[in-house]
C-alpha cells in the first residue's frame, strides 16, 4: 500500500473486506454458473437464443455497469481506505459487512443496501421455481453481472490503495 503509513490492522481489514466480499461473490457465480451450463443440455428456440443474448447485455449493463461500476464498487474502496486508517474494531471484525454498507453508513445507503439484500433472496427464491432453460438463461445474465462487479469491484480497491482514491460526493464513510 505505496505511500501510505505501516498499519498492519488496517491493512488485514481491508484485505478482509475484498476476500470476504470476492468469497461471497465466487459462491454465487460458481452457483449459478452451473445453473446456467446446464440449460446448455437444451435445445433453445430462437426466441431463448436472442432472450439470452438480450438479458446478458442488459444484466452487464444494469448490474455490472451502472450497480457496481458506477456505485458500488467505488464506495467499497472508499469504505475500504476507511478501515484502512482509521476504522473502528467492530468495523474491522466485520470489514466485508461494513464495505458493503451494512452498518455505519448513511441510513438511506444502508436502507439501499438491505433493501437489494432482500430483493436478491426474493429473486433467489423465485427463480428456483423457473424451468430450464428459462432459468439458465436468466442465471447466465446474473453471472455476467456479479462477474463484473467483481472485477470492478477489486479495480477500484486496488486503485485507492496504489493509486488514488476514487471520491464520491454525498457519500460519506461513517453515519452522516
Known sequence: MQGRQNNIPGAIAALWALAGFSLLMLQAVRKLLAVSLDAANYDFSALQWLLLAAFIIFMAYSEGYKGFQKGFSPRFANRAMHLYHQGSSIERLLAPLYCMNFFNAPVRRMLVSYSLL??????????????QPWRGILDAGVVVGLLWG???????????????????????????
Open 150 to 176: 467483481l472485477a470492478s469491484t477489486i479495480y477500484y480497491f486496488f486503485r485507492a490503495f496504489f493509486k488514488k482514491p476514487v471520491i464520491q460526493s454525498g457519500e460519506g464513510n461513517t453515519t452522516t
Open 118 to 131: 432482500l430483493l436478491i433472496l426474493t429473486f433467489i427464491f423465485l427463480f428456483q421455481h423457473i424451468p
